[in-house]
């Protein structure tokens, strides 16, 4: 028992879990989700290789698509050569050669400090000699390939008298001077010095005193070019941008690698460029598909949630919103297997062929012509994904094709159109084929004819397909279209027959009622069809005592005369119910029934009402007794029905109805009804009560209008050809 009592709580959490809302919502997106992902995922995963350099290909790999590819690797070296050919930037140093005759002069007048300034101070020669080596080291810094040491030169120096440090100085600054008088870089530094070493030679000194020139000398050139890096760069990217990439075209059906072959970096190189190549792994693919197929979703979701909060609230609506999209991008993904013939250009226009058609008009038949557009754009997208070639083109013509399948869908009149919205799609889509065909460069007459055979495939097998799935959707959803309107519009239905046969002049009433109300419902913004069969089955219930009802009492006693008004009003007033169950019986639509249910709203009998006040005497008349159950009309259309058949049925009872009758009538039963409040539950406006009114008086004044009185003469002729008591011209 305990077990028992656990599995039942159980069941119950669970049940409840699954009947809140939210959660239904939830697991549908999800699910739907789930199984978009997986649909363009597995567009995208047997497409791709993943080959590296020098592996050796399983299989030939071919291009779909005619390309235009570049040569990566010619146009590398290209750029390589441009970048060789780029010369240094150099900076002058307008001090270099000031700078080096400074160091000079200095080196010269420290060594006239330590032989002859210190003289007076008696300092022995052994710390000269030691002070000079520091000076000559410290000097020795970048040339010291000297054929004579530094001790060497100490010694010299000891023995030099100031004339001769004065001519070594001249012969110094010359040296440097003819040098850096011309470009001087750190590349041509080094020869620089074996050319000022050669010129010191030749100077007519003694070999130390050459020495100490070239020591001296070469020590302090330097360069009067400064290497400017930055704009050497600067210089070669402008360089290698300038290299035009080396293009090549790829056709179509061209084998890039061949099976057995080893695979290039080149060959991989033009794989990535056209697609085949794999240049991420799958994982980032899958994320990549998740994240695209969640923003499409949240498009989708928050427009709906914007502008159709009914549908939003719906679950079962957008179930059936869910179930369209996946059916038509799962029929989408299986026509991208099949191939025409050998040649990739023919086999890619199989594109063409999506029948995103077909779900834009189920979406815009089953919810909402304007929620048709935008999801027809979302399959559009999901088109040019699935298919190969020129996937724009093939997301452009679909949503071509779709957005004129709701244009033709938009107001459904007879179920002829719902077939030939499938040769409006099938022209549509040729015209935008052969467009792109056009603006593609790539027209032929292979091309052409096969494109126009799949356009004018896409749309018929959009209407068929269309056509197919519509009954059963609307049975499964319990959704009323204009499809299946138009077949309870049909006179041979059981029920209408019904009415003919047992209650004709309810028929004809029911007629000129829809006729009456349906010519101004697209003025309001109601919806035609819906008000013409609406008015068709409003008074089927009248069929059970059709003979207490004026329409039907032609050549027949008024039974009402022989009943009290409250009797009277309680069968009137059922038809209203009795209508509703054989509304149910017959399996109408709720949409139906409503009309149905609501068409009088609670409005009063007032012809029984008044009766009743004129045989009462003790005043115990009750008003509500006398009025209808209701509701009252909760939408333009019933609104509509309720008031055509209020003005029908009182026009109709006017002796001789004029044009001033009339439309006295109509305003007096319009303010009638607006005053006992019957359309505050619809969203009728002021200006949509005078738009009725001005259709109403037209239709009935077209009816009701004067009969042309024929001379004598004529008359007595046309009595006689036709055999007639007389005739009538309306």
Same mark, same amino acid.
């Given at each position: 028992?305990?077990?028992?009592?656990?599995?039942?709580?159980?069941?119950?959490?669970?049940?409840?879990?699954?009947?809140?809302?939210?959660?239904?919502?939830?697991?549908?997106?999800?699910?739907?989700?789930?199984?978009?992902?997986?649909?363009?995922?597995?567009?995208?995963?047997?497409?791709?290789?993943?080959?590296?350099?020098?592996?050796?290909?399983?299989?030939?790999?071919?291009?779909?698509?005619?390309?235009?590819?570049?040569?990566?690797?010619?146009?590398?070296?290209?750029?390589?050569?441009?970048?060789?050919?780029?010369?240094?930037?150099?900076?002058?140093?307008?001090?270099?050669?000031?700078?080096?005759?400074?160091?000079?002069?200095?080196?010269?007048?420290?060594?006239?400090?330590?032989?002859?300034?210190?003289?007076?101070?008696?300092?022995?020669?052994?710390?000269?000699?030691?002070?000079?080596?520091?000076?000559?080291?410290?000097?020795?810094?970048?040339?010291?390939?000297?054929?004579?040491?530094?001790?060497?030169?100490?010694?010299?120096?000891?023995?030099?008298?100031?004339?001769?440090?004065?001519?070594?100085?001249?012969?110094?600054?010359?040296?440097?001077?003819?040098?850096?008088?011309?470009?001087?870089?750190?590349?041509?530094?080094?020869?620089?010095?074996?050319?000022?070493?050669?010129?010191?030679?030749?100077?007519?000194?003694?070999?130390?005193?050459?020495?100490?020139?070239?020591?001296?000398?070469?020590?302090?050139?330097?360069?009067?070019?400064?290497?400017?890096?930055?704009?050497?760069?600067?210089?070669?990217?402008?360089?290698?941008?300038?290299?035009?990439?080396?293009?090549?075209?790829?056709?179509?059906?061209?084998?890039?690698?061949?099976?057995?072959?080893?695979?290039?970096?080149?060959?991989?190189?033009?794989?990535?460029?056209?697609?085949?190549?794999?240049?991420?792994?799958?994982?980032?693919?899958?994320?990549?598909?998740?994240?695209?197929?969640?923003?499409?979703?949240?498009?989708?979701?928050?427009?709906?949630?914007?502008?159709?909060?009914?549908?939003?609230?719906?679950?079962?609506?957008?179930?059936?919103?869910?179930?369209?999209?996946?059916?038509?991008?799962?029929?989408?993904?299986?026509?991208?297997?099949?191939?025409?013939?050998?040649?990739?250009?023919?086999?890619?226009?199989?594109?063409?062929?999506?029948?995103?058609?077909?779900?834009?008009?189920?979406?815009?038949?089953?919810?909402?012509?304007?929620?048709?557009?935008?999801?027809?754009?979302?399959?559009?997208?999901?088109?040019?994904?699935?298919?190969?070639?020129?996937?724009?083109?093939?997301?452009?013509?679909?949503?071509?094709?779709?957005?004129?399948?709701?244009?033709?869908?938009?107001?459904?009149?007879?179920?002829?159109?719902?077939?030939?919205?499938?040769?409006?799609?099938?022209?549509?889509?040729?015209?935008?084929?052969?467009?792109?065909?056009?603006?593609?460069?790539?027209?032929?007459?292979?091309?052409?004819?096969?494109?126009? /055979?799949?356009?004018?495939?896409?749309?018929?097998?959009?209407?068929?397909?269309?056509?197919?799935?519509?009954?059963?959707?609307?049975?499964?959803?319990?959704?009323?279209?204009?499809?299946?309107?138009?077949?309870?519009?049909?006179?041979?239905?059981?029920?209408?027959?019904?009415?003919?046969?047992?209650?004709?002049?309810?028929?004809?009433?029911?007629?000129?009622?829809?006729?009456?109300?349906?010519?101004?419902?697209?003025?309001?913004?109601?919806?035609?069809?819906?008000?013409?069969?609406? /008015?068709?089955?409003?008074?089927?219930?009248?069929?059970?005592?059709?003979?207490?009802?004026?329409?039907?009492?032609?050549?027949?006693?008024?039974?009402?005369?022989?009943?009290?008004?409250?009797?009277?009003?309680?069968?009137?007033?059922?038809?209203?119910?009795?209508?509703?169950?054989?509304?149910?019986?017959?399996?109408?639509?709720?949409?139906?029934?409503?009309?149905?249910?609501?068409?009088?709203?609670?409005?009063?009998?007032?012809?029984?009402?008044?009766?009743?006040?004129?045989?009462?005497?003790?005043?115990?008349?009750?008003?509500?007794?006398?009025?209808?159950?209701?509701?009252?009309?909760?939408?333009?259309?019933?609104?509509?029905?309720?008031?055509?058949?209020?003005?029908?049925?009182?026009?109709?009872?006017?002796?001789?109805?004029?044009?001033?009758?009339?439309?006295?009538?109509?305003?007096?039963?319009?303010?009638?009804?607006?005053?006992?409040?019957?359309?505050?539950?619809?969203?009728?406006?002021?200006?949509?009560?005078?738009?009725?009114?001005?259709?109403?008086?037209?239709?009935?004044?077209?009816?009701?209008?004067?009969?042309?009185?024929?001379?004598?003469?004529?008359?007595?002729?046309?009595?006689?050809?036709?055999?007639?008591?007389?005739?009538?011209?309306?």
């Amino acid at each position: 028992m305990a077990i028992s009592k656990i599995l039942t709580s159980l069941w119950r959490n669970v049940n409840q879990f699954f009947k809140n809302s939210n959660i239904k919502k939830g697991l549908s997106i999800f699910l739907f989700f789930t199984i978009t992902i997986l649909i363009l995922f597995s567009n995208f995963n047997p497409k791709q290789v993943m080959l590296k350099p020098d592996e050796v290909a399983q299989r030939d790999i071919q291009s779909t698509v005619n390309a235009t590819v570049i040569d990566e690797q010619q146009t590398e070296e290209l750029r390589k050569q441009a970048a060789a050919k780029v010369q240094k930037v150099y900076q002058e140093d307008t001090y270099a050669l000031s700078s080096a005759e400074n160091d000079i002069e200095i080196f010269y007048s420290n060594i006239q400090d330590i032989l002859f300034v210190d003289e007076e101070e008696e300092t022995e020669n052994s710390q000269k000699k030691a002070k000079l080596l520091t000076l000559l080291e410290s000097t020795s810094t970048r040339y010291s390939d000297l054929a004579l040491g530094n001790t060497d030169l100490a010694d010299y120096l000891l023995n030099s008298k100031p004339e001769d440090l004065q001519r070594m100085k001249e012969a110094s600054l010359l040296v440097v001077q003819s040098i850096m008088n011309k470009p001087v870089t750190d590349e041509t530094l080094s020869d620089l010095n074996e050319e000022a070493v050669n010129k010191i030679d030749i100077l007519p000194y003694s070999q130390p005193a050459r020495e100490l020139i070239k020591l001296v000398s070469i020590n302090s050139l330097r360069p009067n070019l400064i290497y400017n890096e930055e704009k050497t760069n600067l210089a070669i990217q402008e360089a290698v941008n300038a290299v035009a990439p080396v293009q090549k075209t790829i056709k179509a059906g061209e084998i890039i690698v061949r099976e057995g072959n080893r695979v290039t970096e080149e060959q991989i190189s033009i794989l990535e460029q056209l697609g085949i190549q794999r240049t991420n792994n799958y994982t980032l693919t899958l994320i990549g598909t998740a994240l695209f197929v969640l923003l499409t979703f949240w498009l989708v979701i928050e427009f709906v949630r914007r502008y159709y909060p009914e549908i939003y609230q719906n679950d079962m609506l957008l179930l059936l919103l869910g179930l369209v999209f996946v059916l038509i991008i799962s029929i989408t993904r299986f026509l991208t297997v099949i191939k025409i013939g050998d040649q990739p250009d023919l086999g890619n226009l199989i594109g063409y062929l999506a029948p995103v058609a077909a779900g834009s008009m189920l979406i815009a038949i089953l919810l909402d012509d304007r929620l048709a557009y935008f999801v027809t754009l979302i399959m559009a997208l999901y088109v040019g994904l699935l298919t190969e070639g020129n996937q724009l083109f093939y997301a452009i013509t679909a949503f071509v094709g779709g957005t004129v399948g709701i244009f033709q869908v938009h107001r459904v009149n007879q179920t002829s159109d719902l077939a030939k919205s499938g040769l409006f799609i099938a022209l549509a889509d040729i015209a935008a084929i052969i467009t792109l065909l056009f603006i593609g460069d790539n027209l032929n007459i292979n091309n052409l004819a096969v494109g126009s /055979a799949i356009g004018a495939v896409n749309g018929i097998l959009s209407a068929v397909l269309m056509i197919g799935v519509l009954p059963y959707l609307e049975a499964a959803f319990s959704i009323t279209s204009m499809s299946k309107l138009l077949e309870l519009s049909n006179p041979n239905n059981p029920v209408l027959k019904r009415l003919l046969l047992e209650a004709p002049g309810t028929y004809h009433h029911s007629l000129m009622v829809g006729n009456l109300a349906e010519a101004s419902a697209e003025s309001i913004g109601a919806n035609p069809l819906l008000v013409r069969v609406g /008015a068709l089955y409003h008074d089927i219930g009248k069929i059970k005592r059709p003979e207490y009802f004026v329409e039907n009492q032609r050549g027949f006693d008024n039974p009402h005369e022989k009943i009290a008004p409250a009797l009277s009003t309680l069968i009137i007033t059922s038809h209203v119910k009795e209508g509703v169950e054989m509304a149910r019986e017959a399996h109408l639509p709720d949409t139906i029934i409503d009309f149905i249910e609501q068409h009088h709203g609670t409005s009063l009998a007032k012809y029984f009402y008044s009766r009743a006040l004129e045989e009462d005497r003790d005043g115990n008349v009750n008003e509500d007794n006398f009025r209808y159950e209701g509701p009252k009309p909760k939408s333009k259309e019933i609104a509509l029905v309720m008031l055509a058949d209020s003005v029908e049925a009182a026009v109709r009872s006017l002796q001789s109805p004029s044009p001033e009758k009339i439309r006295d009538m109509v305003r007096m039963l319009i303010k009638d009804k607006l005053n006992d409040g019957q359309l505050e539950m619809c969203d009728l406006t002021f200006k949509d009560l005078d738009i009725i009114s001005k259709s109403f008086n037209k239709v009935l004044e077209g009816i009701y209008h004067k009969r042309i009185e024929y001379p004598e003469v004529i008359q007595k002729e046309l009595e006689q050809r036709s055999g007639s008591d007389g005739y009538d011209d309306h």
